[in-house]
């Protein structure tokens, strides 16, 4: 489905942003994703897509610089010739209570997972709409849709995303770019694989489908969204939660 696809995917190492690296690649893409710094994880990475016939680069970066983002974005082409999807899923958490909440987590958060996502699309606009062609897809999640206490940064952060993929799909559509944001629930990731297990079992009783969501079905969302069985579908938030939120 994405054979030929060049895709720049940020915070890939583990988690969702690993998953979504391993279907693109599945599917015939060739994937360049961001990493903090170059370890066992990226290269792992590197080696697992290149085992199964593909091609992979990973990328030193801080998301949240906006300086790094473009110089990745001008390596990227450098390297492939253009870049065809961008999937912003850089992200972190730092939750705590508003009201003990300190400036800092509050501004690591908001600059890692929201600020993030304007440095690729700001570097990347000028290209995609001289391709006349693109999709960008941002991960906000149910938090921004509904809130969560204890997550104040995190659900703004997400929230954001929901406004600045709304307002860019309007700025670019156009000239055939496309942007979407997929919204995942409680998907089993090393992000949620802190938590205990009461409470767990508290938000499996809230999911219809009575399970925690895997990577891979977040990731076939992103497929979707990249490909051109989705030529038509901009400026959307798909909620991949199981019914938790409707």
Not at 201 to 211: D, F, G, S, T, V
Not at 221 to 229: E, N, R, Y
């Amino acid at each position: 489905m994405l054979k030929g696809k060049i895709a720049l995917i940020t915070g890939a190492a583990q988690g969702i942003g690993k998953g979504i690296a391993l279907e693109y690649a599945k599917q015939g893409a060739t994937v360049a994703f961001t990493v903090r710094k170059h370890d066992e994880r990226s290269e792992s990475l590197v080696n697992e897509i290149t085992a199964m016939g593909g091609t992979a680069k990973a990328y030193a970066s801080d998301a949240a610089s906006f300086s790094s983002a473009s110089e990745v974005v001008a390596e990227v082409m450098k390297d492939f010739g253009r870049i065809d999807i961008l999937v912003n899923n850089a992200g972190i958490t730092k939750d705590g209570l508003l009201m003990r909440m300190t400036e800092e987590q509050w501004d690591m958060v908001i600059n890692t997972n929201l600020k993030s996502a304007f440095n690729y699309i700001h570097a990347l606009t000028p290209i995609m709409m001289k391709q006349r062609s693109g999709s960008i897809i941002n991960m906000t999640s149910i938090v921004g849709i509904s809130g969560n206490a204890g997550q104040a940064n995190y659900a703004a952060s997400k929230a954001g995303m929901i406004g600045l993929t709304k307002s860019v799909a309007k700025e670019l559509g156009s000239r055939g770019v496309r942007v979407n944001a997929i919204a995942p629930g409680f998907i089993a990731t090393e992000m949620t694989g802190v938590l205990n297990e009461d409470t767990k079992k508290q938000w499996l009783l809230n999911i219809p489908l009575r399970r925690e969501g895997k990577v891979e079905d977040v990731a076939g969302v992103a497929v979707f969204l990249a490909s051109d069985l989705a030529s038509y579908v901009s400026g959307q938030v798909i909620n991949c939660c199981g019914g938790l939120n409707m």
